[in-house]
C-alpha cells in the first residue's frame, strides 16, 4: 500500500512539473508576444529556458554566414560569474566544430548524457570559462530553412542528465528565439528605411532649390516650367537663365535612370550649366562644351539626353539645339508640329560629339513645348500608355497658349492614381 502511494506521488509530482514546463512555455510565447525590445526578449527566453529545462547554465550563439563561424551571443551560469564576456570576447565556433557547431551543421538537436564522452565535445570553452561540462542539450535556431544560430543549456540540476522531454522544450523556445532574431533583423531593416526616408526627403528638398521660379520674361511672353520624379530625387533637369542682350537660355535635359544616381549626375549638370552659360554661345556650342565637361562625370556609365534652346522674347527668335531628346512640339490653336530636323547624340558617350543649331521664329500665338519621355510613357492603371497622340489630343481640343499647365494636369488624370515609371518634366515658351 505504501509503494502505490508513492507511485501515485511520483506520478502527481511528475504531472506538476510537466505542467508547470508547460506553464512557462505559455509564458514564454506571451513575452514573444509583448516584449517590445528584442535586446530584452532574448535574455529572457533562455533564462525560461534554462529553467524550465532546469540546467546550471545556457547560451545561444548566432550564426555569422560572411565568416561561416558561430559566434556567443548570450550566456547565463548559476555557478560563475563573467561567463558571457568570456566567452563572447574569447570563443567562436567554426562550422562542424563542437557540439553546437555539428548541431548547426546538420540542424538536428542533440542530448548529450556525457560531455567527456563524446567526441565532438569543445574543451577550450570550458577552458577558458573554468565551468566543467557534464551534460547539455543543443537545438538549432532556424526560420525558413535559414540558419540563425543554436541554443543549449549545460549541466541538468538535481540529476545526472537530460531527458528527451527536456529536449523537446528546448526546440519549443529554439522556435521563439527564432522568432526574436527575425523580428530584429526587421527592426533593424525598418531603422534603415526610416533613415533612408529621412535622407531621400532632405535630399527632395534640397533638389527643389535648382529649379527656378518661372519668370516672366515680358513682351507678351510667358516662360513655364515643371517637373515631377518618379520617386524622391529624380534625373530631370530644367533651367532659364536671363541673359545681358535680353534672351533666355532654356534647357531641358533627362539623365538616365532615376533616383539618387541620376539626381547626382544632374547637379553636376546643372553646375557646369551654370558656369558656361553666360559666355553667350550658341545652343549647339553650348551642348558641345556640356559634353565635353560631362564624359569624364558619366565615366560612360550613364548618359543624358538634352534639349538647349536660346529664345529672344522681343521678336521671337529662337535657336534649338538637341542631344538625343524628344524633339520639341510647336503648337499652335488646334495644330501641332513635331520639329524633326534636329540631330546630336546624347551627351557623356563621345567627348568630341559636335551639336547644330536650328533657328525659327515664334509667333503670336504659337507656344514650344519640350517634354521628356515621363510625359508620354505617363501609364495608366487601366488604359495603357499617354504617348504622343495623348499630346496631340489635349492641343487640338484645348486653347492656348499656354498648354503646359493644363497637359500636365491631364496626364495625372490618365495615370489616375498609378505610381510614374519615370520623371515628368514638361517647359513651355510662348507669345500670347
Not at 541554443?151 to 522556435?175: I, M
Amino acid at each position: 500500500m505504501a509503494r502505490q502511494n508513492r507511485r501515485r506521488q511520483d506520478r502527481r509530482k511528475q504531472e506538476q512539473d510537466r505542467a508547470g514546463r508547460l506553464k512557462k512555455l505559455i509564458k514564454a510565447s506571451g513575452v514573444l508576444a509583448n516584449v517590445e525590445s528584442v535586446d530584452e526578449l532574448l535574455p529572457i527566453l533562455l533564462q525560461m529556458a534554462q529553467e524550465v529545462t532546469q540546467a546550471t547554465a545556457s547560451s545561444i550563439l548566432l550564426y555569422d554566414p560572411k565568416r561561416d563561424v558561430l559566434k556567443f551571443s548570450l550566456a547565463m551560469n548559476e555557478a560563475r560569474d563573467g561567463v558571457q564576456e568570456i566567452l563572447k570576447s574569447q570563443v567562436e565556433l567554426k562550422m562542424g566544430q563542437g557540439i553546437a557547431g555539428w548541431v548547426a551543421e546538420n540542424r538536428e538537436p542533440v542530448l548529450v548524457g556525457d560531455a567527456e564522452c563524446d567526441s565532438r565535445f569543445f574543451r577550450p570553452a570550458d577552458k577558458a570559462t573554468g565551468f566543467k561540462t557534464k551534460s547539455l542539450l543543443c537545438a538549432p535556431i532556424v526560420h525558413s530553412e535559414e540558419l540563425l544560430g543554436v541554443v543549449q543549456v549545460l549541466n541538468a540540476k538535481n540529476r545526472s542528465c537530460f531527458t528527451p522531454e527536456d529536449l523537446e522544450l528546448l526546440e519549443s523556445f529554439a522556435h521563439l528565439a527564432s522568432v526574436a532574431i527575425v523580428r530584429r533583423k526587421l527592426l533593424e531593416i525598418r531603422v534603415r528605411e526610416q533613415s533612408m526616408l529621412s535622407q531621400l526627403n532632405a535630399a527632395s528638398r534640397i533638389q527643389t532649390h535648382f529649379l527656378p521660379k518661372n519668370p516672366d520674361p515680358g513682351h507678351g511672353c510667358g516662360i513655364w516650367g515643371h517637373t515631377t520624379p518618379a520617386v524622391y530625387v529624380g534625373g530631370d533637369l530644367y533651367d532659364f537663365i536671363p541673359l545681358p542682350d535680353g534672351s533666355w537660355v532654356i534647357c531641358v535635359a533627362d539623365v538616365s535612370g532615376k533616383g539618387l544616381p541620376a539626381a547626382l549626375v544632374m547637379v553636376a549638370m546643372w553646375a557646369k550649366l551654370q558656369s558656361l552659360t553666360p559666355a553667350g554661345m550658341d545652343p549647339g556650342v553650348l551642348l558641345g562644351a556640356l559634353n565635353r565637361d560631362l564624359v569624364g562625370v558619366m565615366a560612360g556609365e550613364i548618359f543624358a539626353t538634352a534639349v538647349m534652346a536660346r529664345y529672344w522674347p522681343d521678336s521671337g527668335r529662337t535657336e534649338i539645339a538637341l542631344a538625343g531628346h524628344l524633339s520639341p512640339l510647336l503648337l499652335r490653336p488646334g495644330e501641332i508640329r513635331v520639329i524633326e530636323d534636329l540631330k546630336g547624340i546624347p551627351l557623356g558617350i563621345e567627348p568630341s560629339s559636335t551639336y547644330e543649331h536650328r533657328v525659327l521664329g515664334l509667333k503670336k500665338g504659337e507656344s514650344l513645348l519640350f517634354i521628356t519621355d515621363g510625359v508620354t510613357e505617363a501609364r495608366s492603371k487601366t488604359r495603357g500608355f499617354f504617348e504622343m497622340r495623348g499630346v496631340v489630343d489635349f492641343v487640338r481640343t484645348h486653347p492656348g497658349p499656354p498648354w503646359g499647365k493644363g497637359l500636365l494636369e491631364k496626364i495625372d488624370r490618365f495615370r489616375d492614381g498609378a505610381q510614374a515609371n519615370d520623371d515628368t518634366t514638361l517647359v513651355e515658351v510662348w507669345r500670347s
